[in-house]
């Protein structure tokens, strides 16, 4: 079974940056896509970013790319994701989810497809 479990959440101030990392533990785990989904107070959770154990990223949007890059070193079992200019907009809590390869169909994998999930980071940017 695979099992994760992030960190690097926090309290930062407006502008500030954060890296969250995802530790990925299991058998099989460089089969699995990674993902990243928000979710902040009274909102629905939403994708982020996702990686393959390859490397290949996946965002729901280009313009997020440089603000919120995702990588993974598969030595380390660890997939980053790096928060840049952070406004109170991107206050929410962090979860990091995997699903199989041969089920990942992008941005729009529907979240409950993902099979393994964290218990989450909590990031609070202040203005």
């Known amino acids: 079974q695979v099992q994760l479990v992030e960190s690097g959440g926090g309290l930062v101030q407006a502008g500030g940056s954060l890296r969250l990392a995802c530790a990925v533990s299991g058998p099989t785990s460089t089969s699995y896509v990674v993902g990243w989904f928000r979710q902040a107070t009274g909102k629905e959770r939403e994708f982020v970013a996702a990686?393959?154990?390859?490397?290949?990223?996946?965002y729901k949007l280009d313009s997020e790319k440089g603000r919120f890059p995702i990588s993974r070193d598969n030595a380390k079992d660890t997939v980053y994701l790096q928060l840049n200019s952070l406004s109170s907009e991107d206050s929410a809590t962090y979860y990091c989810?995997?699903?199989?390869?041969?089920?990942?169909?992008?941005?729009?994998?529907?979240?409950?497809?993902?099979?393994?999930w964290g218990p989450g980071t909590q990031v609070t940017v202040s203005s």
């Open positions: 990686v393959s154990w390859r490397g290949e990223t996946t």
């Open positions: 989810a995997a699903v199989r390869e041969a089920f990942f169909t992008g941005w729009r994998t529907p979240s409950g497809d993902y099979d393994y």
